[in-house]
C-alpha cells in the first residue's frame, strides 16, 4: 500500500506545525461567517429545497465492505462499518484492507438512477467514516481512495452523477477517526501510541480534509457530520468547523452532529450560538416530531449501515412507505441507507424496496414533497400531512393505513372546516369521493377496498386554514396508583370547554378543577363548542394497585454483591451468555470496578428499601444497556446499543426492602450507569423539601442477612 504522502504530511507536522504555509489557514479558523446571524427570511429561503424534499438516501461505504461483517473467518457482532471496533482490529492491520479494495462494478450513473427512481431528492454518501479511510483522493492522506487498486475518486464520479439526474449531493464526514496517529481518544485495541499523538494536529488534519471536500467538487448541498461523541471534540470545536463550512459553501445545509448536540439546542448554553442546521434522530422517529426545529430521521433497511452479508433481517416495502409517511406527517425527513457490496453494488433486497417506493411515490408524491405536518394529533386509521393553497383554502392528505371495514366511510375528527372536495390519489388519476360533515367531524365515502398498495392517499380539501381542535390533555403523574391519583383536564383553546366523563356518569361534566381518583376507572375528555362535541375523545385508563410485599430481612447489610463480565455483547442476554471473571460486594452501581475500558458488563444484586406503600418510578440512564427488575418484574428495560439517556418505569412497592438486579453492559465509546428514584403522589421520599428524586446510593442498597 502507497502511505509515502500521508507519513511525510504527518513528520512535516510534527516538526512544523506552526507553519501556515502547510495547510491552508484551517487550523485557527476565522470567526463564525455571517450564515449565524442570517435572518429567518434567508435562512427559510437556504432551507426550502431541503424542507421540499423530505426523502434522501444514505450510503456507507468503504473497507469495511469488503470483510462484511466477518474477521478471521468468524462473524463480528453490532453493525458493519464498525468492524474496526467490534472486532477490535489495530489501525496497521485494518489499513491492509486498502490494498483489497476494488470496486470495478461500481456505477455512479446507475446508483443516482436508482434515487431519482426511488424518488428520493438528495443523497448523502461517506467520505470517511470512523474507520478513517477517505473515499475521495485527499492530498494531505494516502489513506484514501488513490491507496487502493481502484483508484478513481469516487466523489467526483457521484457529484457528477446526481447532477444529472437532479439529484442534490452531500458528503457524511467523522470527526471521529481510529486511524489517524493523532487521534485522542485511543481505544484500548489500538497499536497507536497515545503519548505521541497531538489532537491539536489531528485536528488541523480534520479541516483540512473538510476543504478538500468541499473546495474540489463543485456545489455541495449538505455537509454530514458524525462521531461528535468523544470528549475531545468540543462545541468550541464545532462552532469553528461549521464557520469553515459556510465559508466555503454559504448556501450549504449543515447537521447538528457538527456540534455536541443531536437536537437542536440539546446541551447548549442559553443564548449561545448552536452549530448546525438540522436536528438528526437516529434509527427513531420522535413521537411526535421535534416541534419548531429542522430534523432528519436516518434510518438502515435491515440492522446495518455498512454491508453486513449474514444480515438479512430486512425491514418491508410497507413498514418503509409508512415510515416515509409517519415523518413527513410530523414535519421531518427520511434519510434511508443502503450499504453497497465491496464489489459496488446496492444490495438487491434494498433496490426492491427502493424501486417500491419508488412506485408509491409516483401515485402519491404531492402528498409528501413539500408539505407541512399534521395539524391532528392522532389518527386511528393513519398519518396526516397538508398543504396551504393560494386561494387561502387548506388540502389535507389523508394517509389511510387501516381502511374502513367493508368500505363504508371515513371519519375525520375534531375538525371544523367545511369540506369543499375529496378525491383519491390513484395511478389513473383523482377519483373524486363525497363527503358531509357531522356534528365533530368530516366525512368521507370510500369504496370497500383500498385502491392503492401499501396506503391509500385522500385529497381533502377544506375552507380555510386548518381548524382542528384535539382533545383534551389527561394528565396524571402515573396510571397506576395505591391509594389515590390526581387528575387534571387541561385544554391550551380559550374557545371550547373541556368536558370530561367518567364511568357511571350519565353526562359529561365540565373540567372545573382537578379529579381525584379512588378506584380503578377510565377518564375520557372531549371539547365541546356552544354545547357540540367539537374534538376527538381521549381515553386513559387509571388502574388501583395493590403494592408489592416487601421482604422480611431484619438483619440485612449496607452494600450491593456484583459479578464482573469480560464479553462483547450487543444485549444483556448476550453478556448473560458468558461466565463472570470477578464478583465481590460494593457501595453503589459501581462500573468503575471494571478492568478494561470496553466490552465488559456488571450483574447487580441487593436490597433496596423504599419509606412508604406507594407508587415509585426508577429511572435508569446507561450507556450502553441495562436493565431493572424487582422482584420478578422488569421495571425499566433499557437494553440495546444505544448512547446515555433515561428510561424509566414505575411499580407499586410496600414500605420496607425489595430484590433488585440490574444487569448492565458497554460495549464501546462513551460508558454511562446510574439509578434515580422518586414516589409518585408522595412526600418526604427524600430528605430536601421540594426535591423530585434521588439517586439510589448506599443509604438505600442493603444486602440479604448473611446465611450464619
Known amino acids: 500500500m502507497r502511505r509515502h504522502r500521508y507519513l511525510t504530511w504527518l513528520i512535516i507536522l510534527g516538526a512544523a506545525a506552526h507553519s501556515a504555509a502547510l495547510l491552508p489557514a484551517v487550523a485557527q479558523p476565522p470567526p463564525a461567517p455571517a450564515a449565524f446571524d442570517e435572518t429567518p427570511q434567508t435562512r427559510d429561503a437556504r432551507m426550502a429545497w431541503w424542507r421540499e424534499a423530505r426523502f434522501g438516501m444514505f450510503i456507507h461505504w468503504g473497507l469495511y465492505a469488503i470483510p462484511a461483517g466477518r474477521w478471521e473467518g468468524r462473524p463480528v457482532g453490532g453493525v458493519g462499518e464498525w468492524l474496526m471496533q467490534f472486532a477490535r482490529i489495530p489501525p496497521s492491520r485494518y489499513e491492509t484492507l486498502a490494498g483489497q479494495f476494488n470496486p470495478v462494478k461500481f456505477d455512479a450513473d446507475a446508483w443516482a438512477r436508482l434515487a431519482s427512481d426511488a424518488g428520493m431528492k438528495y443523497l448523502v454518501i461517506t467520505t470517511k467514516h470512523h474507520d478513517g479511510f477517505a473515499l475521495f483522493d485527499s492530498a494531505v492522506s494516502d489513506y484514501d481512495i488513490t491507496a487502493t487498486p481502484f483508484k478513481r475518486d469516487i466523489m467526483k464520479e457521484l457529484a457528477v452523477a446526481c447532477r444529472a439526474h437532479g439529484i442534490r449531493i452531500g458528503w457524511y464526514h467523522s470527526i471521529l477517526d481510529w486511524h489517524h496517529p493523532d487521534y485522542l481518544p485511543k481505544p484500548d485495541w489500538s497499536d497507536q501510541p497515545p503519548e505521541a499523538a497531538d489532537y491539536q494536529r489531528y485536528k488541523e488534519y480534520l479541516f483540512a480534509q473538510v476543504r478538500e471536500i468541499l473546495t474540489n467538487y463543485g456545489p455541495i448541498d449538505i455537509m454530514w457530520f458524525d462521531g461528535e461523541w468523544d470528549p475531545t471534540w468540543t462545541r468550541e470545536d464545532g462552532l469553528a468547523l461549521d464557520a469553515l463550512v459556510r465559508e466555503l459553501q454559504p448556501d450549504i445545509i449543515v447537521n447538528n452532529r457538527v456540534g455536541k448536540q443531536r437536537y437542536a439546542g440539546e446541551g447548549v448554553p442559553e443564548g449561545a450560538r448552536f452549530a448546525g442546521d438540522f436536528g438528526t434522530p437516529e434509527q427513531e422517529i420522535p413521537a411526535t416530531g421535534l416541534p419548531g426545529q429542522d430534523w432528519e430521521t436516518c434510518m438502515t433497511m435491515n440492522d446495518t449501515w455498512g454491508f453486513k452479508e449474514e444480515d438479512h433481517n430486512w425491514k418491508s416495502t410497507d413498514d418503509l412507505i409508512r415510515k416515509l409517511i409517519d415523518i413527513a406527517s410530523k414535519g421531518?425527513?427520511?434519510?434511508?441507507?443502503?450499504?453497497?457490496?465491496?464489489?459496488?453494488?446496492?444490495?438487491?433486497?434494498?433496490?426492491?424496496?427502493?424501486?417500491?417506493?419508488?412506485?408509491?411515490?409516483?401515485?402519491?408524491?404531492?402528498?409528501?414533497?413539500?408539505?407541512?405536518?399534521?395539524?391532528?394529533?392522532?389518527?386511528?386509521?393513519?398519518?396526516?400531512?397538508?398543504?396551504?393553497?393560494?386561494?387561502?383554502?387548506?388540502?389535507?392528505?389523508?394517509?389511510?393505513?387501516?381502511?374502513?371495514?367493508?368500505?363504508?366511510?371515513?371519519?375525520?375528527?375534531?375538525?371544523?372546516?367545511?369540506?369543499?372536495?375529496?378525491?383519491?390519489?390513484?395511478?389513473?388519476?383523482?377519483?373524486?369521493?363525497?363527503?358531509?360533515?357531522?356534528?365533530?367531524?368530516?366525512?368521507?365515502?370510500?369504496?370497500?377496498?383500498?385502491?392503492?398498495?401499501?396506503?391509500?392517499?385522500?385529497?381533502?380539501?377544506?375552507?380555510?386554514?386548518?381548524?382542528?381542535?384535539?382533545?383534551?390533555?389527561?394528565?396524571?403523574?402515573?396510571?397506576?396508583?395505591?391509594?389515590?391519583?390526581?387528575?387534571?383536564?387541561?385544554?391550551?383553546?380559550?374557545?371550547?370547554?373541556?368536558?370530561?366523563?367518567?364511568?357511571?356518569?350519565?353526562?359529561?361534566?365540565?373540567?372545573?378543577?382537578?379529579?381525584?381518583?379512588?378506584?380503578?376507572?377510565?377518564?375520557?375528555?372531549?371539547?365541546?363548542?356552544?354545547?357540540?362535541?367539537?374534538?376527538?375523545?381521549?381515553?386513559?385508563?387509571?388502574?388501583?394497585?395493590?403494592?408489592?410485599?416487601?421482604?422480611?430481612?431484619?438483619?440485612?447489610?449496607?452494600?450491593v454483591s456484583y459479578e464482573y463480565f469480560e464479553a462483547d455483547s450487543n444485549t444483556v442476554a448476550d453478556l448473560l451468555r458468558h461466565e463472570p471473571v470477578a464478583s465481590g460486594i460494593a457501595l453503589a452501581l459501581d462500573i468503575g470496578l471494571r478492568r478494561r475500558e470496553e466490552h465488559y458488563g456488571f450483574r447487580f444484586r441487593g436490597l433496596i428499601r423504599v419509606p412508604r406503600d406507594g407508587m415509585y418510578r426508577f429511572t435508569l440512564s446507561s450507556d450502553d444497556g441495562a436493565t431493572l427488575r424487582i422482584g420478578d418484574e422488569l421495571v425499566v428495560d433499557h437494553d440495546g446499543l444505544h448512547a446515555a439517556y433515561e428510561k424509566h418505569g414505575d411499580i407499586a412497592l410496600a414500605a420496607g426492602l425489595h430484590p433488585f438486579e440490574v444487569l448492565f453492559f458497554e460495549k464501546g465509546g462513551d460508558e454511562a450507569l446510574d439509578l434515580w428514584v422518586e414516589g409518585l403522589n408522595l412526600t418526604g421520599l427524600v430528605d430536601s423539601p421540594g426535591a423530585e428524586r434521588r439517586r439510589v446510593d448506599a443509604a438505600m442498597m442493603f444486602l440479604p442477612a448473611p446465611v450464619r
Open 332 to 559: 421531518g425527513n427520511f434519510l434511508l441507507n443502503v450499504g453497497p457490496t465491496s464489489e459496488g453494488f446496492i444490495p438487491e433486497a434494498s433496490v426492491m424496496r427502493l424501486r417500491a417506493m419508488g412506485d408509491w411515490l409516483a401515485i402519491n408524491g404531492e402528498a409528501i414533497y413539500g408539505t407541512q405536518a399534521s395539524p391532528f394529533e392522532h389518527l386511528e386509521w393513519g398519518r396526516c400531512t397538508m398543504r396551504r393553497l393560494e386561494n387561502g383554502d387548506t388540502r389535507l392528505y389523508l394517509h389511510v393505513f387501516d381502511w374502513p371495514g367493508g368500505g363504508g366511510r371515513l371519519r375525520l375528527p375534531g375538525i371544523a372546516n367545511q369540506p369543499l372536495r375529496a378525491a383519491i390519489l390513484t395511478a389513473d388519476g383523482r377519483e373524486p369521493m363525497s363527503t358531509w360533515r357531522g356534528d365533530d367531524a368530516i366525512f368521507i365515502a370510500v369504496p370497500a377496498r383500498p385502491p392503492v398498495n401499501f396506503a391509500t392517499v385522500i385529497a381533502l380539501e377544506v375552507s380555510g386554514g386548518p381548524d382542528v381542535c384535539p382533545p383534551p390533555r389527561i394528565v396524571a403523574v402515573t396510571t397506576r396508583f395505591v391509594d389515590a391519583v390526581e387528575v387534571r383536564i387541561e385544554s391550551d383553546r380559550p374557545d371550547v370547554i373541556a368536558n370530561y366523563h367518567l364511568r357511571g356518569m350519565n353526562e359529561w361534566a365540565v373540567a372545573a378543577g382537578p379529579l381525584t381518583i379512588t378506584k380503578t376507572t377510565m377518564v375520557r375528555a372531549m371539547h365541546f363548542r356552544d354545547g357540540r362535541a367539537v374534538s376527538g375523545v381521549r381515553e386513559v385508563l387509571f388502574t388501583r394497585v395493590e403494592p408489592r410485599p416487601a421482604v422480611d430481612d431484619a438483619g440485612a447489610e449496607p452494600g
